[in-house]
C-alpha cells in the first residue's frame, strides 16, 4: 500500500512538471526590434501564435503586424515600407484573407483596394494612379472576374472596356467560337468536295464459264 502511495504521488509529480513545462506561455522581443519597443510576441500553451506579432528588418525598420488567433492570422494584418509608412492592409479570418484589403502608395495615396471573403476577391475592386486618379476597376465573383471591366488614363478617358463571366473575356471568347465555326465549316466542305470528285472505283469484268 505504502509503495502505491509512493508510485502515485511520483507520478503526480512527473505531470505537475510536464505541465508546467508545456502549457507555460512564452513572449519573445522581436528580432532586431528598437531598444525602446516593449512590444512582445506571444505563443501560447501549445506553441501558437496570439495575439499581434511584430517583425523589422536589419535596420529596426517595422516591416509588418499581424493579428494572430490559436497560430492562425486572424484580424488585421500590416506590411510598411521604410519609415513606418503603410503599404498594405488586409483582414483575415481563420487564416484567410476575409475582408477590406488596401494597398498603398509610398505617398500615402491607395493603391488597389477591394475586398475578400474566405481567401477570394469579391465585389468592386478599383485601382489607382499616385495621384489618385482611378486606373481601372471592376467586379469579382468567387476570385473571378466577372462583368464589366473599365480602364482609364490619368486624365480619366476610357482607354478600355471589357465585359468578364465567372473569368472568361466575353469579347475574346466570341472571337474563339467564330474562328472555331469557320474551321468546322472549312473542314466539312473539304470532305463534301472530295466525295463529289472522287471517281467510282472500276469494276472488274466478268470471268466468262
Not at 532586431?32 to 500553451?45: G, T
Not at 506553441?47 to 517583425?55: C, E, V, Y
Not at 489607382?128 to 486624365?155: C, E, H, I, M, P
Request: hydrophobic fraction near 30%; include cysteine.
Amino acid at each position: 500500500m505504502q509503495k502505491r502511495i509512493i508510485n502515485y504521488l511520483l507520478l503526480a509529480t512527473i505531470l505537475c512538471c510536464t505541465s508546467d513545462i508545456a502549457f507555460a506561455q512564452r513572449e519573445y522581443k522581436p528580432a532586431n526590434a528598437p531598444r525602446k519597443d516593449n512590444h512582445r510576441n506571444v505563443l501560447d500553451d501549445f506553441g501558437q501564435k496570439q495575439g499581434t506579432w511584430k517583425s523589422y528588418n536589419y535596420f529596426s525598420e517595422l516591416i509588418s503586424e499581424v493579428d494572430y488567433l490559436n497560430g492562425k492570422r486572424n484580424g488585421l494584418s500590416k506590411r510598411y515600407y521604410s519609415y513606418n509608412k503603410v503599404m498594405e492592409e488586409v483582414e483575415y479570418l481563420s487564416g484567410k484573407k476575409d475582408g477590406k484589403y488596401t494597398k498603398y502608395f509610398m505617398n500615402g495615396q491607395t493603391m488597389q483596394e477591394g475586398t475578400y471573403d474566405s481567401g477570394k476577391k469579391i465585389s468592386e475592386w478599383t485601382k489607382y494612379f499616385d495621384d489618385g486618379q482611378v486606373q481601372s476597376k471592376g467586379n469579382y465573383n468567387k476570385g473571378l472576374l466577372d462583368g464589366a471591366w473599365t480602364v482609364y488614363d490619368r486624365k480619366g478617358n476610357v482607354v478600355k472596356m471589357t465585359s468578364y463571366r465567372m473569368g472568361v473575356d466575353l469579347e475574346q471568347e466570341k472571337a474563339r467560337l467564330e474562328k472555331l465555326k469557320k474551321e468546322q465549316e472549312a473542314k466539312a466542305a473539304k470532305q463534301a468536295g472530295d466525295t463529289k470528285g472522287a471517281k467510282p472505283a472500276p469494276v472488274a469484268p466478268a470471268k466468262p464459264k
